[in-house]
């Protein structure tokens, strides 16, 4: 009997129902509209959603933590598995086999372990973020030269801040070459040394915010040397570089005003100042003219012999000493040096003749000493010249001696070794030079 002929029992059913919905197997994509992830759970329970149906999802433990996707509300997914049914309660569930992040989800996946990874680093610490200048004289401006961002924040500097020079880089801030474009611009304007840079950009989905998102940009915007302010026009989203950046503001406007000080915020600090500096003044002023008037009541402002009156009349005490003493003084030292004067003309005439004598004596025995040992130093030379003179190969020659040269008229012959018959050489006598001819040779002592 066929199935459909007899009746079945509601497990049967469930069981017929459970073996045909496996059997299909299905990619499915969806808005996660609940999820339940609770301890000790052995699978994940969410609820996916398009608008018009919902369907409930069950995913084991460990395929869940092998996808590497936290769920949340809202999140787009796209799943692979099958239909089954839950025979205790009669209840269809989806069995979730695989899963990953589908479209915008996927793409706020990336951005979120991109952030964490960079944060891990250290990039987006309270700490390193830089204070702004307070009056910058030169602002760096990065963005789209065709986009409303530009005008916005030139229109807000005007405004405000007309003093500051802005240093323009216009790249492209969406597609494929954003990224390069946006780190080459900030270098660009980093060369020519601004107070600070602005990072603007209008709205647009989130695929358009990517760029903002990527790892170069935020690691240029950590590596810049100068404070950056991002104004990305994306309010419900807040992208890596704004995490990054020394300020976040919401919209290129907000950027500007960030960067750039009210206009009527300066004038009236200018104004506050220039109460302070005049009320200072006064206040230097009048203590100024208050000692003026404390000097002129001074005594010696008034007569002039205040001041010098008592040193002139020391001056005059010290005169009239001096002419009381000076006459007496210079008596005294008169009679003294007459004195002395007839001392040393007694005194001389005496003692004068012995140191006379003395001195004479004294010259005739150095002059004897002297004879006596120039005339021992004289014979000791002379003797050395004779021993000198006997010793020399000229005293040698004046007794009768002779030297023989060899051929070469420069060597000593010796021994008739240095010589052959019929050799010309060279007798030196005392006082002449013969030139010989070697007819025979024999050393003494020899035969024949």
């Not at 994940?44 to 936290?70: I, K």
């Not at 270098?187 to 990072?199: N, S, Y």
């Not at 358009?208 to 994306?234: Q, S, W, Y």
């Amino acid at each position: 009997m066929a199935a459909e002929d007899r009746a079945v029992s509601v497990s049967e059913a469930l069981g017929l129902a459970k073996r045909a919905l496996e059997s299909v197997r299905l990619r499915v994509i969806g808005e996660v509209s609940e999820f339940t992830d609770k301890p000790g759970y052995r699978a994940a329970y969410f609820t996916v959603s398009d608008g018009d149906s919902a369907m409930s999802c069950l995913m084991w433990r460990e395929h869940y933590e092998t996808s590497g996707v936290l769920l949340r509300c809202g999140m787009l997914v796209e799943m692979t598995g099958h239909f089954s049914v839950y025979a205790p309660k009669g209840r269809m569930q989806f069995m979730v086999r695989s899963l990953e992040p589908a479209g915008e989800g996927r793409l706020r996946v990336l951005v979120a372990e991109t952030a964490r990874r960079l944060e891990a680093e250290g990039l987006m610490r309270p700490e390193r973020k830089r204070p702004l200048p307070r009056y910058p004289q030169r602002i760096g401006l990065v963005t789209s030269p065709r986009g409303k961002a530009l005008h916005d924040a030139l229109r807000t500097l005007e405004r405000r801040y007309p003093l500051a020079e802005i240093l323009f880089a216009g790249v492209t801030v969406e597609g494929d070459q954003a990224v390069s474009a946006i780190v080459e611009g900030l270098r660009t304007v980093e060369k020519a040394d601004p107070d600070l840079v602005l990072l603007v950009r209008g709205g647009g989905s989130y695929e358009d915010l990517m760029p903002f998102n990527a790892e170069e940009l935020a690691r240029a915007m950590a590596a810049c040397p100068k404070p950056i302010v991002t104004g990305i026009g994306h309010e419900p989203d807040v992208s890596i570089a704004d995490m990054v950046a020394d300020v976040r503001a919401s919209t290129p406007t907000a950027a500007a005003e960030a960067a750039s000080p009210s206009l009527e915020e300066l004038r009236s600090a200018l104004f506050k100042i220039a109460r302070l500096l005049g009320r200072a003044l006064r206040h230097r002023v009048q203590g100024a003219q208050h000692e003026v008037v404390v000097l002129q009541g001074h005594p010696i402002f008034r007569e002039s012999t205040a001041l010098l009156g008592p040193s002139a009349q020391r001056i005059d005490r010290i005169a009239t000493g001096l002419h009381r003493v000076l006459p007496a003084r210079l008596e005294q030292d008169r009679h003294r040096l007459r004195y002395v004067q007839e001392g040393l003309a007694r005194v001389g005439g005496r003692t004068l003749q012995p140191a006379e004598s003395r001195i004479a004596r004294i010259e005739q025995d150095l002059k004897r000493l002297g004879r006596a040992a120039t005339g021992r130093a004289l014979e000791r030379v002379n003797h050395v010249r004779e021993r000198l003179q006997d010793l020399s190969p000229e005293g040698i020659l004046g007794r009768g001696y002779a030297i023989c040269f060899s051929a070469d008229g420069k060597t000593v012959a010796r021994s008739v070794r240095d010589v052959s018959i019929g050799d010309r050489v060279s007798v030196r006598l005392s006082a002449a030079m013969l030139g010989c001819l070697v007819e025979s040779a024999e050393e003494e002592g020899s035969d024949g």
